[in-house]
């Protein structure tokens, strides 16, 4: 059995809930105040990741890099994506899409799942990590896209351009897969 999720943490995850940040097929489309909210949500909750790592946007993907001691060796990158698809009949959902709501047992919210948690989990470790003192051997690359949903030609394929240009090579990639449950489906 895992700890549970202390509170700060659950708004946290709760606050990214909230932001709208849905994919659009034309990114002209895209409800850029949304994925504002999002950023400044994340740069304030992360202090030391976005005082300690390097970041670089493209449009509101966010590629940060964590260098390691020994810099020239990228040990992973660890992508997870900030956009969702819309929702479909919010009437049918057990609380709004975009509330975020926290009750004893679950965090609500459209990301839930696919993929803010992710996004969310590797910023709370990373800041865990700092906060220790700790840095990594070999640099760390995290990969956060904003259109994932739409086949990411504005920020994965873009991320991927810069990462093949500058002649980054990881000894792990990891992006999100299956989830474990039980009784869900």
Known sequence: MTEPVDDLTAERLAAALRCATVSTDDPRDADSAAFDRLDAHLRASFPRVHAELELRRFAHSRLYRWPGTEPDRVAAILLAHQDVVPADDPQRWTHPPFAGVVDDEFIWGRGAIDDKSRVLAILEAVESALAAGLRPR????????????????????????????????????????????????
């Open 138 to 185: 070999h640099t760390v690359y995290l990969a956060f896209g904003h259109d994932e949903e739409v086949f990411g030609g504005e920020g994965a394929e873009r991320m991927a351009a810069h990462l093949r240009q500058a002649g980054v090579r990881a000894d792990l990639l990891l992006d999100e897969g299956g989830v474990i449950t039980a009784g869900v489906v």
